[in-house]
């Protein structure tokens, strides 16, 4: 074999899985596959341009070392109820064991001491109690935030320790395939400046996160590795001024609302909530622009953002959870000429588009400068709409104003970790020699679960050494 190990993907999950390996004195010979660049060479040029060009092989926010979630925000959410269903798998206790673990690893790399969120006052009585009142739960976690610009700097550092402890990394490298004989995983066939090269290892980690969660489901579908369809979630990203959210921000930095609106009652939750932080666009590589939120440490906007998503699971004959959400986005980005569209929530409630002239009239100033005004209802599903008018109903009782005439909505934010790979307690899938994890494989829905999934999986890789 050529290696020991190999890791298809530099996310959380990924870099977690060698450095924990590192840890423990493994031997293992190691190599990490990443589609993008090395976080030191990651640049997104809409900063100088001021508006998204579409970066090929891929986009630069995306995709490269340390995955996408690093450079939107970097929050690491410190209970195990947050972060998808590793728990459901591993246990609660071991989970939340697992959390603190890692972060005491994220501290050793530089990462901020300062927990938000932890508070038990007042103000904090004062919003569980609107909360309840509206129908909504207030879930308690404590949040490290990173931020942006730290994050990079985090990481670098981590990316360096793998390198000097001789793990091999290849960058702007994509994976196409695995090598399976006989229900046993070989290796990988990657892109060898167009040719298909062959690299054979004892053990291979999938960890692709959202961005590769398409591809390891055509995997799972090729080779039968064994899985079901989840969650998708389809929604938008909300901007609203600082002072609506003031007393939100100021207690709880990042809060996490969970609902179920009638009439359908399907989960809508609040995510990635940015005070102070800036819109921003994602794209993938089928020329699919996503809207998600930054959040810096040091610079600050006048508006805070937090995504609203509704969850969708579907049945059977359905299988294709991530294919509908894409074609919920490329309608939206139809609508906006390959751009972010972005509508005023009154003009939602009174059934008309966005002008230009309107925004420049508005007290919320967009954050994405190149959002395109326009009717997002056009283009979401029914369902999905009256699930996020309801929930920002049921919201305006907790925040007063979230629902006034001027809030923003931009569109279309997706969340495409919806096929869940069966695996078990040790994180072996089906097929001998492999393993999937983070976001991609179901289990986990961001950084800091993402991290644990990648700690659990180099203690089971060790001891196996």
């Known amino acids: 074999m050529d290696y020991d190990l190999i890791i298809v993907g530099s996310g959380p999950a990924g870099i977690f899985t060698a450095l924990e390996l590192i840890k423990l004195n493994s031997k293992k010979k190691m190599l990490l596959i990443e589609k ?16 998204c060009i579409n970066c090929k092989p891929s986009c630069a926010i995306t995709t490269g070392f340390s995955g996408a979630g690093a450079f939107s925000d970097g929050k690491l959410s410190l209970s195990y109820e947050v972060g998808g269903d590793l728990p459901t798998l591993i246990g609660e206790d071991f989970a939340q064991e697992l959390i603190d673990y890692t972060d005491k690893i994220y501290l050793e790399f530089g990462a901020d001491t300062k927990i938000e969120g932890i508070g038990s006052g007042e103000a904090i009585k004062e919003i569980r109690k609107n909360a309840i009142k509206a129908g909504l739960k207030l879930v308690d976690c404590p949040i490290r935030h990173l931020g942006t610009e730290k994050a990079q700097e985090l990481y670098y550092r981590i990316q ?37 090269r062959k690299i054979t290892a004892d053990e291979v980690v999938i960890a692709t996160g959202r961005r590769g969660a398409d591809w390891l489901e055509k995997l799972c579908a090729e080779h039968e590795i064994a899985h079901k369809p989840g969650t998708v979630d389809i929604g938008v990203r909300v901007e609203c001024r600082n002072e609506i959210m003031e007393k939100l921000n100021e207690a709880l930095y990042e809060s996490k609302l969970i609902g179920f609106p009638r009439p359908w009652k399907n989960k809508v939750r609040t995510f990635c909530q940015n005070p102070g932080g800036f819109v921003a666009q994602e794209n993938y590589d089928n020329d699919l622009a996503v809207v998600n939120g930054h959040s810096f440490k040091d610079k600050k906007s006048e508006n805070t953002n937090l995504a ?7 049945t059977e004959p359905f299988n294709q959870p991530i294919e509908y959400a894409q074609k919920v986005g490329e309608l939206t980005n139809m609508l906006g000429a390959g751009h972010i569209l972005v509508q005023r929530f009154g003009d939602i409630l009174d059934g008309k588009r966005t ?9 919320v ?6 959002a395109v005004a326009g009717d997002i209802t056009a283009a979401m599903p029914y369902r999905a709409m009256t699930n996020i008018i309801e929930f920002i109903k049921m919201l305006d009782q907790v925040v007063p104003g979230f629902a006034s005439t001027e809030t923003l909505l931009y569109g279309p934010e997706l969340k495409f970790y919806s096929n869940k790979v069966k695996m078990d307690e040790s994180l072996n899938t089906n ?12 289990w986990t ?12 999986m180099g203690r089971k890789l060790k001891e196996n050494e």
Not at 308 to 314: C, G, K, Q, R, T
Not at 355 to 363: D, F, G, I
């Open 445 to 456: 829905r961001g950084l800091m679960m993402a991290s644990v999934m990648g700690v659990l």
């Open 365 to 370: 100033k967009p954050t994405l400068k190149d």
């Open 355 to 363: 002008w230009p002239h309107e925004l420049s009239k508005s007290n």
């Open 308 to 314: 609203i998503l509704v969850s969708h699971n579907f």
């Open 431 to 442: 097929i001998k020699g492999l393993h999937c994890l983070g976001d991609s494989s179901g």
């Open 36 to 51: 993008g660049k090395p976080v030191e060479k990651r640049h997104c040029p809409k900063s100088e341009v001021g508006y």
């Open 160 to 196: 360096t320790t793998l390198a000097e402890n001789g793990v091999d990394m290849m960058f702007s490298t994509e994976c196409k395939n695995i090598i399976l004989e006989d229900k046993t995983c070989k290796g990988v066939i990657i892109d060898d400046n167009g040719t298909d």
